[in-house]
């Protein structure tokens, strides 16, 4: 049996083909590995580039929120309670803490009330003992006055009388004086019956007087 030529040629022209089609398969697979190729060669650039701008902006100082607002930010560190979620005994054991803080709020207040109290007690004793110091510090100056005024006009008395006596009596009364005691009454007199009673005195005791009543009248006139 002779070959038929149409089924040779149908063979070869499928053999050329199929040849043709896979070279074609080929090149197309190696142009579609191209670009993966270059996709998987910039990717490591592009999370270079990502991962700087990550490094760059954790480098970068943050502002904490607590920082600024530290009053807000305890506020909102406080454990929220929902009261749906409480037990009987967490609401009575918070109840009691409740009730236990405000009695002693009320203690603590009733305490400063009584405090003020008593201060103002002492304020009014402080102020009627001032006005009873002030009433007896008024009475001593008045009595201290009237003391000083009967010693004057005592010491007055006293020298008209010596100023009446002959010179020779009282200048043995005068020697018989403390020297200032007997300058006090001199000063009294007047200049003629204090000299007549110097005259009349022992020399020591009348020099003594005239030096207590000299140092007297120097301090007088330089006030």
């Known amino acids: 049996m002779k070959p038929n030529p149409l089924l040779i040629i149908s063979v070869i022209f499928a053999a050329s083909f199929s ?23 910039a990717a490591p650039a592009k999370e270079t580039k990502e991962e700087t701008h990550i490094a760059s902006a954790e480098s970068k100082p943050q502002t904490s929120p607590d920082a600024a607002n530290p009053e807000q930010a305890a506020a909102s560190r406080r454990p929220v309670i929902d009261p749906a979620s409480l037990s009987g005994a967490e609401i009575s054991s918070l109840l009691d803490a409740i009730r236990e803080r405000s009695a002693q709020l009320d203690a603590r207040e009733t305490e400063l009330a009584e405090r003020a109290r008593l201060l103002e007690v002492v304020e009014k004793r402080v102020e009627q003992k001032t006005a009873e110091m002030k009433t007896i510090k008024g009475d001593l100056e008045s009595r201290l006055s009237y003391a000083e005024s009967a010693v004057q006009n005592d010491l007055s008395r006293l020298a008209k009388m010596y100023e009446s006596m002959k010179p020779s009596k009282a200048g043995e009364i005068f020697n018989a004086m403390d020297a200032s005691f007997a300058a006090g009454f001199l000063t009294e007199m007047n200049s003629e019956s204090a000299a007549l009673i110097l005259a009349n005195m022992d020399t020591e005791k009348a020099y003594a007087a005239s030096i207590i009543i000299a140092g007297r009248n120097a301090a007088v006139k330089q006030r």
């Open 19 to 41: 040849g043709l089609a896979i070279s074609m398969a080929s090149a197309a697979g190696k142009e579609h590995d191209k670009p993966q190729a270059a996709s998987h060669a």
